[in-house]
């Protein structure tokens, strides 16, 4: 027997198991060889990345939980970024939560197919990106006719806003219907208390606030109400 011929092509040991080896094989491959399982996407916030999904592991010990490590910064991009992951995440699972994380969990709702995603826990998310903008251009003291001429404006908080971004929102309004557990500080300025509370309202989704929390949560106390507040709610989202 010619053993070179039967070597797995993919393997990068290239050993002489083609049939067995799963070392080849892509993270989707994988997961359809050892048995579909329940599945955890974690979607990260500006400046985050995917190995923030490792803190999730410990609260989905039966799922595989799995960091989606995006490059997009506009809506537009996310959407064809974030679509052909999800496809494929959706077809390797038997059923998907998504955790996701301030503009992450507003790109999210764009992108993932609803109907197809049990549940959503959302930390410090921008529910409403027209707002935020509105927002911010009154921090940087700007008016929406300002944008409209001069396209583009620099802040001193470091954001660029835009007009294209803006129409863009306008354009394309997030309609949600998963069952959706936000997570949030009582300070967060990102997205105000009757900001989030009508989008609950309207999507029927509980609301978690930490007293004296902030946009960003990364102490061992805010870390720990995240925790406090999934184990509260895994069982209880139809």
């Keep these: 027997m010619d053993i070179e011929k039967t070597r797995c092509p993919n393997c990068p040991n290239h ?9 080849g094989m892509s993270f989707f491959d994988r997961m359809k060889r050892n048995g579909i399982k329940d599945g955890v996407i974690y ?16 609260l989905f010990t039966e799922c595989d939980v799995v960091g989606f490590d995006y490059k997009a910064e506009y809506p537009w991009d996310a959407v064809s970024e974030f679509l052909p992951f999800f496809d494929e995440f959706y077809k390797s699972h038997k059923s998907v ?14 992108s993932l197919p609803q109907d197809k995603t049990k549940k959503a826990y959302f930390i410090s998310p921008i529910v409403n990106m027209e707002k ?32 294209d971004y803006l129409t863009w929102v306008r354009s394309n309004p997030v309609k949600w219907s998963v069952p959706t557990v936000i997570i949030r500080g009582e300070n967060d ?8 509370k009508e989008f ?9 606030v930490m007293e004296n929390g902030e946009h960003w949560f990364h102490t061992d106390e805010q870390m720990k109400f995240i925790i406090d507040c999934i184990e509260k709610t895994r069982f209880d989202i139809k």
């Design 15 to 23: 050993c002489a198991y083609p049939g067995m080896c799963t070392l």
């Design 43 to 58: 979607i990260h916030g500006k400046g985050g990345n995917a190995q923030e999904a490792d803190f999730y592991k410990p």
């Design 97 to 110: 939560t998504v955790v996701a994380n301030s503009i992450g969990a507003y790109f999210s709702m764009l």
């Design 132 to 163: 935020l903008i509105e927002n911010m251009l009154i921090w940087a003291g700007k008016t929406e006719s300002d944008l409209k001429a001069e396209k583009a404006i620099p802040t001193n908080f470091g954001e660029t806003l835009y007009w």
């Design 189 to 196: 300025n990102m997205q105000s208390f009757e900001t989030i």
């Design 200 to 208: 609950a309202d309207d999507t029927d989704s509980k609301v978690f």
